[in-house]
């Protein structure tokens, strides 16, 4: 689906968080259609691969950390470079080619219309199992997308997807920064979008459902710390929704203010960085 090209054509900027993605980066770079995306930045987390050595042979903007900062420090990183690159809408997708950059027009269609401010591409409107999705975490993303879908009061198909797109209002009004460096950062990032009013604003997209050997995967601990911490992300917008609890995670703040990428990112305390796919 083209996106139409408005008398203001947004700058799109895609970002990939990677983390050792060197066996799977140039297919994801090659999918990104040229004619619609403006820029892009790879947020290199201390890869032991030649994940930096081919991003630069691309002509991707790289930004390498000095010390691991995890998946969601990683994207930390990655949205407050795009903001200072003037981004207007942001796809972030992981460079490990699980997910089909080509479906990056259809992906920010309704952002580009000013219709949606956060898009997902979710692979749970197709057929994941036949994907090769293993039963597992089918089953567990099922589970915490249900549980979501009643907390936030939604009907998305899946929360948990490495293929997403936000408008540049958006970012600057969630506090993202106070988010987790771990991997429950895109659904604390959620969170935060749905307390912040952005709720009929979010949309999603179906994306083919792609495993194979050479593409990262995340295993079974840590996909059930993932699990838990989703679930204390779910428990803590209800209590901050109801009053009992409020959450400074969870208050929005006015756009623009902190998020003009000055904030430095090239350090901080060590995670588990893959970068890896659920």
């Not at 997902?120 to 997308?145: E, I, Q, V």
């Not at 952005?198 to 601990?221: C, H, K, M, N, Q």
């Amino acid at each position: 689906m083209a996106v139409p090209r408005m008398p203001h054509t947004p700058r799109v900027v895609v970002v990939m968080p990677a983390y050792n993605a060197a066996k799977t980066l140039e297919r994801t770079y090659a999918d990104i259609p040229r004619d619609i995306v403006d820029h892009v930045i790879l947020v290199d987390d201390v890869s032991a691969d030649e994940t930096v050595v081919i991003a630069e042979r691309l002509g991707l903007h790289v930004v390498s950390h000095r010390q691991n900062r995890g998946y969601g420090g990683n994207q930390k990183t990655c949205y407050d470079t795009a903001l200072a690159e003037g981004a207007e809408v942001v796809v972030m997708v992981h460079p490990d080619y699980q997910y089909d950059a080509t479906k990056i027009p259809e992906l920010i269609a309704p952002i580009v219309a000013g219709t949606a401010d956060l898009m997902l591409g979710s692979r749970f409107l197709g057929d994941p199992l036949a994907g090769g999705m293993p039963r597992w975490k089918y089953m567990s993303n099922r589970f915490l997308t249900t549980l979501e879908n009643v907390a936030f009061g939604l009907r998305l198909s899946e929360y948990h997807t490495g293929f997403r797109a936000y408008s540049r209002h958006l970012l600057q009004t969630l506090p993202y920064d106070l988010d987790s460096d771990d991997f429950v950062f895109d659904q604390e990032l959620i969170a935060q979008a749905v307390a912040a009013g952005f709720r009929d604003r979010i949309g999603e997209i179906a994306v083919p459902t792609r495993y194979f050997a050479e593409a990262s995967s995340v295993g079974l601990r840590r996909s059930v710390v993932y699990g838990v911490s989703t679930l204390v992300v779910v428990a803590r917008y209800v209590f901050h929704r109801s009053g009992l609890l409020r959450s400074r995670k969870l208050a929005a703040r006015s756009p623009g203010r902190g998020r003009d990428g000055s904030r430095g990112r090239d350090g901080g305390g060590g995670r588990d960085g893959d970068g890896g796919r659920r």
